[in-house]
């Protein structure tokens, strides 16, 4: 994969997801406010136009090849996370030799970014488990209909030159559906890593030991024997 150049370049291109499926044609670029090229506008495969920033986008051979958002967002989340836990060191490392209320706001202030990137983690762990399910379901649609057409081939019912292409198409994004799920169980296996390093320590509590001088002890029950004496009284 390679980096732009110019943006300006790209329009009449191809344009495929990070599996090698096409989505669409680059018809023209759109500046931002500066006037800097941002974005590209693609005409989708079902005649929608979209942008997508040329940060998002990288070409490989002669196509445009559209990052995945989740994995974009997941690596910037990942880099927050790696900061934040290099700060919270660097803070305990100085904390002697600095101010004990800016410490502690330092302290509270890496707590909020901390919950923030939870947040933000369990959400695009939402997302992912969503795509991955989306994923399993298109992939056991195509089995089924792998299995389908071949019954429909051996009752004539299709001919062998159509099932052929229908076979090698259906096998082809069984292929990219595999490879996206995949690469999407590595992204949900990051996020699970990234929310269990932000729970904090647990605490094992020490056992209760009572002190020596407030333990009492049992008294010693001792039988005593009536004496005769009081036999002889009572009797």
């Known amino acids: 994969m390679m980096e732009l150049t110019r943006p300006t370049n790209l329009v ?3 344009v ?6 096409q989505i669409g044609m680059v018809v023209s670029v759109l500046p ?11 005409r989708m495969g079902d005649g929608r136009i979209r942008r997508f920033r040329l940060s998002d986008v990288v070409t490989v051979d002669s196509a445009v090849v559209i990052r995945s958002s989740l994995r974009r967002r997941v690596e910037s989340l990942r880099r927050r996370m790696a900061l934040i836990n290099r700060q919270g060191a660097l803070l305990f490392t100085l904390k002697e030799g600095m101010n004990g209320d800016a410490a502690e706001e330092m302290g509270k202030e890496l707590d909020k970014s901390l919950s923030m990137i939870k947040a933000e983690a369990m959400y695009l ?3 992912v488990e969503e795509a991955c399910k989306r994923c399993a379901n298109q992939i056991m ?7 389908c057409l071949e019954i429909e081939r ?4 299709v001919p062998d030159e159509v099932y052929d292409l229908s076979m090698k198409i259906m096998m082809a994004d069984l292929k990219k559906l595999t490879a996206e799920r995949e690469d999407l169980m590595k992204l949900r296996s990051e996020l699970f890593k990234m929310l269990e390093s932000s729970k904090p320590p647990k605490k094992t509590p020490e056992p209760r030991r009572e002190p020596l001088e407030e333990q009492i002890e049992e008294p010693i029950s001792v039988e005593v024997e009536e004496s005769s004496e009081a ?3 009572g009797s």
């Open 16 to 21: 495929k997801d990070e599996w090698g499926r």
């Open 125 to 127: 762990l939402k997302k």
């Open 231 to 233: 036999d002889a009284t």
């Open 141 to 147: 649609d195509i089995q089924k209909g792998m299995a």
């Open 12 to 14: 009449g291109k191809l």
């Open 154 to 157: 051996d009752m004539g019912n």
């Open 32 to 42: 931002n406010g500066n006037g800097e090229m941002s974005w590209l506008l693609v």
